[in-house]
């Protein structure tokens, strides 16, 4: 494996005005890492790889990155991949998003690019918060809690990201923590090579908002909370429960073949200009 | 009723629509069901897949321009078509290819509104929208088809100057053009002029994606190609970088208007009958200009000396074109299926020298020659 030095020198790109915008401690970087050093380990060519985003602190990823790039617009990363993937199907579409993005105001899009199936390996950050608009609360932030939008407890119920995209049809289904950096190197790994729509759940930290209301004060603390509370697929199917609330469940939730929709779509193509 | 001629084919205007683009080159489309404009999401479906593009039916209409946009980036030039309330959705998408200045072609069939409005009963109430639907300054270029083979021809010159100029280009055709059917002569591919989005000649490592190269409009590789860059919403460097520098932000909102401002001598586009001797000249468009170039043609055989003019272009506003039109005329009528947004242009650029009436219908039904007709009489002197 190159050494960080090495990846940095390849893939960040020098003409970017650094420093980044992320916030000390921040989870983006760590998944910004583990994604470089899976795209370097498989080999794919920089020209080959397109790297979506939406709005919001994970969708600055791009930027600094030396491939083809494309910052959208909010919850709308996954269409604008859709449009490309199906214009140029060689390429590897990437999609970053976070939690608002992805599944409050793209929700919509999230579910239906899961159930048409076209090849995009797609990456939520979810780390329980609107952070880049000053920490209100998302679809994942737990009920009851303190957020900048629900100063008297949130009175919403959060939704588990993974279990939605399943039980639309997507091929491929995971979720890691960034402090289980191995397991989440692995689970980009298979989602890059999927071939069909993958979905990775990246747990992740906000140092700076969702800190607030898990009492917890610093990024290390946080990512300890990480590695307490989660458990692995196999435990959880073992347990009851009860005993899974408030559990992070890692590892994959789906893997299974379907049709692309280009496959598909090819296969017509063929038939009709005979 | 007319017959066909021998070269003749009876095509309804969504279709001539599809037609043009395929003739254009457009290789991807993605769209959403709307009534009036479904005729061409459905013809795509059957045709795309035969000439080797690929069409898709996505979740809504922002979704739909989305997808177009991620496509043309990729190389594909690329369409959607919808009505006011897929308009509306749309408007979000619309500033991202103004800002990001990807080539795109929107046609917006435009039915009676606000909101749900009449389905599906013919408007012009959506020209102000094109102009400013999507928030924050920008500049558009919007095209008005007046018949079955205008649809197909302007369907053609849209996609060119979106190639040419790198920025969407709105069809704004109303239902009646888009559903009436007429017979129409194909032009032959060989005497349709193409236009393609200018490319670098420079190697990736020198390549500005957002640099003036003298024209306004820098080149634009597809993605996958070598020339790694950024695309994004927000105000960027000429290496596409988000910037907040004031010496970057306004040279490049600056750049988007005027590379399309320093060609509105070549953007006058329209068709004129009689204007010379006019004393009153009736500026129209869409479906109402037939309606009023028939009640003109009447008006002279009564021996009225009235004028006709049909914009094709309705956005950038074809401000000298109309100003002659003011300046020759004692006095203008503007008819439309609105309340009054092309004659507020009018009335805009008028230095008071005319006088502007307006002829304004809004229940759903066009505008009928009778009607412009007793109009241009009361008008008389």
Request: glycine fraction near 8%; proline fraction near 6%.
């Given at each position: 494996?190159?050494?960080?030095a090495?990846l ?8 970017k005005?650094?420093?980044?915008i ?15 050093r899976?795209?370097d380990?498989?080999?794919y ?6 790297l979506?985003?939406?709005?919001g ?6 930027v ?22 199906l ?12 939690d ?13 690019a899961?159930?048409?199936n076209?090849e995009?390996?797609?990456f939520?950050?979810?780390n ?34 993974c279990?939605?995209?399943e ?5 491929f289904?995971?979720?890691s923590?960034v402090?289980?950096t191995?397991?989440?190197d ?6 890059l090579?999927?071939k069909?729509?993958?979905?990775v ?7 700076t ?11 290390v603390?946080?990512?300890?909370w990480?590695?307490e509370?989660?458990?692995?697929m ?7 429960k009860?005993e ?15 049709q ?15 | 009723m ?13 279709e ?5 683009a ?7 489309f ?8 479904t ?16 069409f898709?039916q ?8 989305g ?9 594909a ?5 919808t ?6 959705l749309?408007?979000?998408?619309i500033g ?5 200045e ?23 109430a ?22 079955v083979?205008?649809?197909?021809e302007?369907?053609?010159?849209a ?15 109303d239902?009646?053009?888009?559903h009436?059917?007429?017979g129409?002569?194909?032009?032959a ?11 670098p000649?420079?190697p990736?490592?020198?390549?500005l ?7 306004g ?8 190609e ?46 004129s009958?009689?204007?010379?001797d ?9 479906c ?5 170039f ?5 008006a002279?055989?009564?021996?009225l ?17 109309i100003?002659?039109i003011?300046?020759n ?10 309340i ?20 304004n219908?809004?229940d759903?039904?066009?505008i009928?020659?009778?009607?412009i ?8 002197p």
């Amino acid at each position: 494996m190159k050494e960080t030095a090495e990846l940095v020198h390849i893939y960040l790109r020098s003409s970017k005005k650094f420093p980044h915008i992320w916030c000390a401690g921040c989870g983006i970087g760590i998944f910004m890492n583990a994604l470089l050093r899976v795209i370097d380990r498989i080999g794919y060519s920089k020209d080959d790889v397109v790297l979506v985003s939406g709005i919001g602190c994970s969708g600055r990823l791009p930027v600094y990155v030396d491939f083809n790039t494309l910052h959208t617009t909010h919850g709308r990363a996954l269409t604008f991949a859709t449009g490309i993937k199906l214009a140029k199907p060689h390429l590897k579409v990437i999609t970053v998003m976070g939690d608002g993005d992805a599944i409050a105001i793209g929700g919509n899009h999230l579910i239906h690019a899961a159930r048409r199936n076209v090849e995009i390996a797609s990456f939520v950050i979810n780390n329980y918060v609107y952070g880049m608009t000053g920490g209100q609360y998302s679809p994942t932030t737990p009920h009851g809690v303190k957020t900048t939008s629900s100063p008297y407890g949130n009175p919403e119920h959060d939704f588990d990201i993974c279990r939605v995209v399943e039980a639309a049809g997507a091929a491929f289904v995971a979720r890691s923590t960034v402090y289980h950096t191995r397991l989440l190197d692995r689970l980009i790994s298979k989602a890059l090579k999927k071939k069909g729509f993958a979905l990775v759940e990246v747990v992740s930290q906000c140092p700076t908002y969702s800190s607030r209301w898990l009492d917890l004060d610093s990024p290390v603390e946080m990512m300890k909370w990480q590695k307490e509370n989660s458990i692995t697929m196999e435990k959880a199917r073992r347990i009851s429960k009860e005993e899974l609330t408030g559990k992070i469940v890692i590892g994959v939730l789906a893997d299974r073949e379907v049709q692309t929709y280009h496959e598909r779509y090819q296969q017509v193509s063929e038939k009709l200009k005979v | 009723m007319r017959k066909l001629t021998q070269e003749q084919v009876l095509l309804q205007g969504n279709e001539a629509c599809v037609k043009g683009a395929l003739m254009a080159g457009c290789r991807f489309f993605a769209g959403y069901p709307i009534t009036p404009a479904t005729e061409v999401m459905e013809i795509m479906a059957q045709e795309l897949p035969k000439a080797g593009g690929v069409f898709i039916q996505m979740e809504d209409e922002i979704a739909s321009l989305g997808a177009v946009i991620g496509a043309s980036l990729a190389g594909a030039k690329s369409m959607t078509a919808t009505s006011g309330p897929g308009f509306s959705l749309m408007q979000e998408h619309i500033g991202f290819a103004c800002m990001a200045e990807v080539p795109c072609v929107i046609v917006d069939v435009m039915r009676a509104g606000p909101s749900t409005g009449l389905p599906t009963q013919p408007s012009q109430a959506d020209v102000m929208q094109a102009r400013w639907g999507t928030h924050g300054d920008h500049p558009i270029i919007a095209l008005a088809p007046a018949s079955v083979y205008e649809f197909l021809e302007l369907t053609i010159q849209a996609f060119n100057l979106s190639e040419r100029y790198r920025t969407p280009v709105i069809i704004l055709v109303d239902e009646v053009i888009a559903h009436l059917r007429e017979g129409v002569i194909l032009p032959a591919l060989g005497d349709i002029e193409i236009e393609e989005r200018p490319q670098p000649k420079v190697p990736p490592e020198w390549y500005l994606p957002y640099g003036d190269p003298g024209s306004g409009v820098p080149p634009m590789p597809p993605f996958g190609e070598g020339y790694r860059y950024h695309v994004t919403g927000l105000y960027h460097d000429v290496r596409g970088y988000p910037t907040t520098r004031i010496d970057e932000v306004e040279p490049l909102i600056r750049r988007l208007f005027s590379k399309i401002s320093k060609d509105f001598e070549r953007l006058q586009w329209f068709d004129s009958f009689h204007t010379d001797d006019a004393t009153i000249t009736v500026i129209s468009y869409g479906c109402v200009a037939r309606a009023a170039f028939q009640a003109v043609k009447e008006a002279r055989e009564q021996g009225l000396k009235v004028g006709f003019i049909k914009l094709k272009i309705l956005w950038p506003f074809m401000r000298r074109t109309i100003t002659k039109i003011l300046a020759n005329s004692q006095k203008v009528l503007v008819p439309e299926m609105n309340i009054g947004q092309i004659s507020r242009e009018v009335k805009r650029v008028n230095k008071g020298e005319c006088e502007v009436a307006t002829l304004n219908k809004v229940d759903g039904t066009p505008i009928t020659p009778p009607e412009i007709l007793k109009m241009l009489e009361e008008m008389q002197p």
